[in-house]
């Protein structure tokens, strides 16, 4: 695709959202819920064509090599097409952000000012490997008033326009516009370029993918970015931990499920904590990999020698960097240097201790004696995210319906003339 061509569809899709969303951001917060409803029947209802076109992806990207975390991303099963049609019931089910009232005061010359929640207008997101994407950026999109236009990765490519046509079928027999959420039709990579460019006609742009594809959207966007960067989590098995919780919890969030952005990349113990060797040996046992410092090797023999750059790697999959640290603070400042400002975690049962964890690490998600396996919006009540913001600005943490609005002032007065 030239680059015409793909500013020319970029443009004729954005102007298409821009009237659906102008629709949506007036609509009642019953009829969105209805519509949303619909989607998630209809998506019940394309569940084997859904697999089918899944299958086909699959064995795409077999062939060509995807890494095992990539195909656990890809892969749809019966429970994950019930989850994503759940999901969506769940993002019908919560409140409608839009319309409510941030606050509102009176000035002392009478004028009453309210901040107003309202929607941000047309969402670009692009993604990569997970097709459930698809319907819950949509739908979280369309229930806060915005119109979304999706770009999925050709890695997923089949099972993006099965989940697409359900769900676009659904909500427009619920009464949303046949435009609340286009799936962009072509791969071409001009796409991208296309909307990263499409200033003034896509108002928010959301990556979520790998760190090329963030990185590309960053440097070449002129339309604002809500950015999802690195997963690398952290956590921190403290000196007053409890060793079957730090056992458990150290387990889980690293082998639950490998290639998500909640799963710890790094393990930190505590040189002052009892004993090490039974979390070593515990995730070694269950298959990961790990490496680690020449403290951490001397502890198991299965441990391999942790280069310079495990500490900043995002794995995705079963290995796991493990490092000695002394004390709090040396801990924090590790996490400080070579962490992502995802999710990290200490385990401990010194409160003193955790509330300095909690308030002194500067990361989306901050967590005390839990699995970093829980940083997903829907174990947050969110219903589904659209992404977790590793930035400072606008939205941080799991993304969801709050998070897809700004505000607006709305001023009355009673003839007020400034003097």
């Known amino acids: 695709m030239h680059g015409n061509d793909a500013t020319s569809l970029i443009t004729a899709m954005a102007a298409r959202a821009r009237a659906a969303s102008a629709t949506l951001a007036a609509m009642p917060s019953d009829t969105k819920r209805a519509a949303l409803r619909a989607g998630a029947a209809e998506i019940r209802a394309a569940a084997d064509a859904i697999l089918a076109a899944n299958a086909r992806d699959m064995a795409a990207g077999e062939a060509h090599g995807l890494t095992p975390a990539l195909l656990d991303r ?19 089910a919560l409140d409608d952000p839009v319309g409510d009232t941030i606050n509102e005061v009176r000035r002392p010359n009478g ?24 319907a819950d950026a949509g739908v979280l999109c369309a229930m806060s008033g915005n119109a979304a236009i999706l770009r999925g990765g050709s890695e997923a490519i089949h099972s993006n326009r099965a989940i697409h046509a359900a769900l676009a079928k659904g ?63 952290h956590t921190y098995v403290h000196s007053a931990a409890d060793p079957e919780m730090a056992q ?28 090490p060797k039974p979390i070593l040996a515990a995730l070694a046992d269950a298959g990961c990999e790990l490496r680690g410092d020449a403290g951490v090797q001397a502890l198991d023999a299965r441990v391999r020698p942790a280069a310079p750059e495990d500490w900043d ?37 010194d409160a003193t201790a955790a509330e300095r964890f909690l308030n002194t690490v500067d990361s989306a998600i901050v967590m005390w004696n839990a699995s970093t396996q829980f940083a997903d919006g829907g174990e947050f009540g969110l219903g589904a995210e659209i992404g977790i913001s590793t930035g400072r600005l606008h939205a941080r943490g799991p993304v969801a319906l709050e998070g897809l609005t700004t505000y607006k002032w709305v001023v009355r007065g009673t003839g007020q003339a400034r003097p």
């Open 74 to 92: 890809l892969r749809l099963d019966t429970g994950r097409v019930e989850a994503m049609a759940a999901g969506i019931e769940a993002v019908a």
């Open 111 to 134: 004028l009453v000012l309210r901040r107003v929640r309202i929607p941000i207008g047309v969402i670009g997101i692009i993604y990569e490997s997970r097709p459930n994407v698809t």
């Open 171 to 233: 909500l427009a027999a619920g009464g949303m516009p046949a435009d609340a959420v286009q799936l962009v039709p072509t791969t071409d990579r001009a796409a991208v370029g296309a909307m990263l460019k499409a200033e003034g006609a896509i108002d928010m742009i959301v990556p979520r993918g790998g760190k090329s594809l963030v990185a590309r959207v960053q440097q070449e966007a002129r339309v604002p970015v809500l950015a999802h960067l690195d997963g690398l989590c």
């Open 248 to 275: 458990s919890l150290a387990l889980n969030a690293k082998m639950r499920r490998t290639g998500i952005c909640g799963a710890t990349e790094t393990l930190l113990i505590d040189t002052g904590f009892a004993d």
């Open 313 to 349: 790697t995002e794995y995705l999959d079963a290995i796991l960097s493990v490092k000695l640290v002394d004390g709090l603070d040396a801990a924090m400042e590790h996490i400080a240097r070579h962490g992502s400002h995802h999710t990290d975690a200490i385990i401990t049962e």
